[in-house]
T-cell receptor, first 112, second 116 residues
Framework: GESVGLHLPTLSVQEGDNSIINCAYSNSASDYFIWYKQESGKGPQFIIDIRSNMDKRQGQRVTVLLNKTVKHLSLQIAATQPGDSAVYFCAERSPTGNQFYFGTGTSLTVIP | GAVVSQHPSWVICKSGTSVKIECRSL??????MFWYRQFPKQSLMLMATSNEGSKATYEQGVEKDKFLINHASLTLSTLTVTSAHPEDSSFYIC????????????FGDGTRLSIL
């Protein structure tokens, strides 16, 4: 589970629309996943997490879906707001420890 | 609760200088701290895992002698970039955890290192 040194993909959405951000993870044995939001010049902020024994978890305006068959996570943000503009990363926890490995990330821009 | 502070937030220095970055857990005891590196418009890459009182575990490809990590207390870990060069310029982020597989990581706000 290592991040890839690629430049961030971008997603632009209109304010009020729903956003879907996708992430592929690498280790089929990873048992815990977190979505983080990172604003410019700051550290990542926890958004929502999901364990591998679940397919879906809902929070306030956010939903995470986990598809273990294809090693894919998605983050859905309902009624996207300008304050949601940031870079979003998924992170998978190593099955052998407490290390987290981050995905490539997606830069979300919300258009007012 | 669970505040992690990094210092300095931004440092500019000449090539060849060694730079120390501090990571402090302000309101909890951090048995484990993690150091990440992030290049512009890229993801966070885990550099090393630091457990209080023991040697850090470095990820593959990270030079131990280049990036010295010390975790001498339950509230402080330091990362020293030795003989820094322009290619070491990056955003360095730490996180802290109470330890154990079910404890969350709490992130600092990062240190921007610019080597001239």
């Amino acid at each position: 589970g290592e991040s890839v040194g690629l430049h961030l993909p971008t997603l632009s959405v209109q304010e009020g629309d729903n956003s879907i951000i996708n992430c592929a993870y690498s280790n089929s044995a990873s048992d815990y996943f977190i979505w983080y939001k990172q604003e410019s010049g700051k550290g990542p902020q926890f958004i929502i997490d999901i364990r591998s024994n679940m397919d879906k978890r809902q929070g306030q305006r956010v939903t995470v879906l986990l598809n273990k068959t294809v090693k894919h996570l998605s983050l859905q943000i309902a009624a996207t707001q300008p304050g949601d503009s940031a870079v979003y990363f998924c992170a998978e926890r190593s099955p052998t420890g407490n290390q987290f490995y981050f995905g490539t990330g997606t830069s979300l821009t919300v258009i007012p | 609760g669970a505040v992690v502070s990094q210092h300095p937030s931004w440092v500019i220095c000449k090539s060849g200088t060694s730079v120390k970055i501090e990571c402090r857990s302000l309101d909890f005891q951090a048995t484990t701290m993690f150091w990440y590196r992030q290049f512009p418009k890229q993801s966070l890459m885990l550099m090393a895992t630091s457990n209080e009182g023991s040697k850090a575990t470095y990820e593959q490809g990270v030079e131990k002698d280049k990036f010295l990590i010390n975790h001498a207390s339950l509230t402080l870990s330091t990362l020293t970039v030795t003989s820094a060069h322009p290619e070491d310029s990056s955003f360095y982020i730490c996180s802290a955890s109470r330890g154990g597989p079910k404890q969350p990581q709490h992130f600092g706000d990062g240190t921007r290192l610019s080597i001239l």
